[in-house]
């Protein structure tokens, strides 16, 4: 199975570590946006879109390139890193998958998990979360990625 990873990692490489650890399962290419090739990811059996979470919101970088995606067809997922936790009500990931599912893409599932964050009045702490995404959330990151690769059926 073909699968890429876009994932825009800024701060302190938690998002990276999650993509790096789904990409071991799914012998994944991890990519950032602008390394990003659009006609790979037509080809692609999986394409998975992650970024850590800023002011409630997936980082505009990986929204951004999504929204310019061509309409296409196959299979996607979303996962996110976030200092805060997520409301449950109001998933982090709820947004992009539905602009991938409007454009053609199967979404069968979504992962997040908490993440080091010394966004602003964090930093006065010296940051929150600070050893995670621990090996707990790695395990959980890399148990999602198998039932990706395992089932066709959602993932949740």
């Given amino acids: 199975m073909k699968t890429v990873i876009v994932c825009v990692s800024v701060s302190h490489g938690n998002t990276r570590r999650v993509a790096d650890t789904m990409a071991q399962v799914l012998g994944a290419k991890v990519v950032t946006p602008e390394e990003a090739d659009v006609e790979e990811l037509a080809g692609a059996d999986l394409v998975g879109f992650g970024a850590g979470v800023f002011y409630g919101r997936l980082n505009p970088r990986l929204t951004a390139f999504a929204e310019a995606l061509p309409a296409g067809r196959g299979r996607a997922f979303v996962f996110a890193t976030s200092g805060l936790r997520e409301k449950p009500r109001a998933p982090f990931t709820r947004p992009l998958v539905r602009l ?6 199967e979404v069968p599932g979504s ?14 702490v010296g940051g929150i979360n600070k ?3 621990d ?7 890399r148990a999602f990625a198998e039932r990706l690769r395992d089932a066709g059926g959602p993932v949740s």
């Fill in 111 to 124: 992962f997040t998990c908490r993440a080091f964050d010394t966004w602003a009045p964090f930093k006065l």
């Fill in 131 to 133: 050893q995670r995404p």
């Fill in 135 to 141: 090996t707990a959330d790695l395990a959980a990151a």
């Fill in 100 to 105: 991938l599912e409007g454009k053609g893409f």
